[in-house]
């Protein structure tokens, strides 16, 4: 059974979640708008090659998590991985984020790629270290919290030094080299040196399955595979919003929302301290069921946002933030819960295929409504000067409100397929030793 972690060990083990962050923040939301407007690349060009990447990325992620299970080495299984693949992902990172003069088509494609496929590749393993090592009900829930609390942080970072409004400097996307990969290297360094390995999991006496019987028995998770719903709806109305948010900052409020995105990230921190604080006195699926209620209800008050109303815009940035960190904590908590139900039924310890399967309940649906709403931007002229017309901002207002809305009440339905609580939980980690 795993001792519980030191302090120093839960933080060293949350630190590189912040340091991937920096890392894959600016290259999938900043990186194609440097090349496109320091480099003079084609955009659509960029567009495409980024989306391959992606699904690619989507792909392989489940293959890393079950090479991660399948591992057996004197070191360990997540820990060599971690510290072989970090390395490479530095000189990705530092590829795509500092290129060379006049850099083309050909050097954005390899090193866009190196550094995104990496990257999932080092943060499926690290988040299956953590899911190898952490066990209990309600010590899941505060790291987990921690965890994507470094996340927010760096979005938090990218935010107060990016302005997406305004034309990008030529060395603005270089000067997160010297921050982000240092740092992520060391964290993930420090994270192996201070974090044990889990001879429990890796010396499991138990018949060999097939990869077919591993993804069989992930796939026929009910728990799994609606609580991936629940992550994939609510991270769809997430990706709505921020790629909606300049343009209806920029037509709808004057700019007076300037604000707002800092406000939001700073009371998602607050939120996700707030629910794993109130975690020990509540179900999990209840908290999470609360924060998507308090989530549609301030989706739906933009509507009624009056234009210019900064008061009020900043309210409303504040309440759907505070509601974003308990979606993030509460979900992220439930998920951390999920693998003992495998490992009861199948036998064999999935945490490596489980991260894969996670991580792409957050990236398909992220592409996916971000997308949608690019297209619905350009059909509504977003950005340009028909959407300073009347009715354009009401297209605009409603799509704002609506959307993330709409995504949150479907995310909220499907908690009622979820059948996991707290005696469950518990009676599963007493067996199983976790």
Not at 412 to 425: D, E, G, K
Request: some cysteine; aromatic content about 8%.
């Amino acid at each position: 059974m795993p001792a519980p972690l030191p302090r120093f060990a839960a933080l060293a083990y949350c630190l590189p979640a912040l340091g991937l962050a920096l890392l894959v923040l600016p290259l999938q939301l900043a990186a194609p708008h440097f090349y496109q407007e320091v480099h003079g690349l084609d955009l659509t060009a960029l567009a495409i090659i980024v989306l391959t990447v992606r699904l690619l990325d989507v792909l392989l992620a489940p293959v890393v998590g079950l090479v991660s299970d399948r591992l057996r080495t004197r070191f360990g299984r997540r820990r060599p991985l971690l510290v072989l693949l970090v390395i490479p992902l530095a000189g990705g990172a530092a590829m795509a984020m500092d290129p060379v003069p006049g850099a083309g088509m050909v050097w954005f494609t390899l090193a866009f790629s190196l550094a995104l496929i990496l990257t999932t590749a080092v943060a499926v393993n690290h988040e299956a270290l953590g899911l190898d090592l952490i066990g209990g009900y309600d010590r899941r829930t505060r790291v987990w919290a921690l965890r994507d609390g470094c996340f927010l942080l760096a979005a938090l970072i990218l935010v107060l030094t990016w302005n997406p409004l305004a034309p990008m400097a030529r060395g603005w996307l270089s000067s997160w080299v010297p921050l982000a990969i240092p740092f992520t290297v060391v964290s993930i360094f420090l994270c192996v040196r201070a974090l044990p390995e889990n001879r429990h999991a890796q010396e499991e006496d138990r018949s060999p399955s097939t990869i077919g019987q591993d993804l069989k028995a992930a796939m026929q998770s009910r728990t799994f595979l609606s609580l991936c719903g629940v992550h994939s709806l609510a991270i769809a109305g997430l990706a709505f919003q921020l790629t909606l948010a300049p343009a209806y900052l920029d037509e709808v409020v004057r700019l007076n929302g300037e604000d707002a995105l800092p406000m939001a990230l700073g009371c998602a921190l607050a939120g996700l301290i707030v629910w794993s604080l109130m975690a020990p006195r509540w179900e999990k699926l209840t908290g999470l069921r609360v924060a998507l209620s308090i989530w549609i209800t301030a989706h739906a008050g933009w509507w009624y946002l009056e234009v210019g109303d900064q008061r009020g815009l900043l309210q409303l940035a504040g309440l759907s933030g505070f509601a974003s960190g308990g979606v993030l904590c509460m979900s992220s908590a439930l998920f951390a819960d999920t693998p003992a139900l495998v490992r009861r039924a199948h036998g064999h310890r999935l945490e490596g295929l489980h991260s894969g399967l996670w991580m792409g309940t957050r990236k398909v649906p992220a592409m996916a409504a971000a997308a949608l709403t690019l297209w619905a931007l350009q059909r509504i002229g977003g950005g340009s000067e028909e959407a300073a017309t009347d009715a354009g901002r009401k297209i605009l207002r409603t799509l704002f409100s609506s959307g993330p809305a709409a995504l949150g009440a479907l995310a909220l339905a499907a908690t009622y397929a979820v059948r996991l609580n707290r005696r469950l939980v518990r009676s599963l980690g007493t067996t199983l030793g976790d």
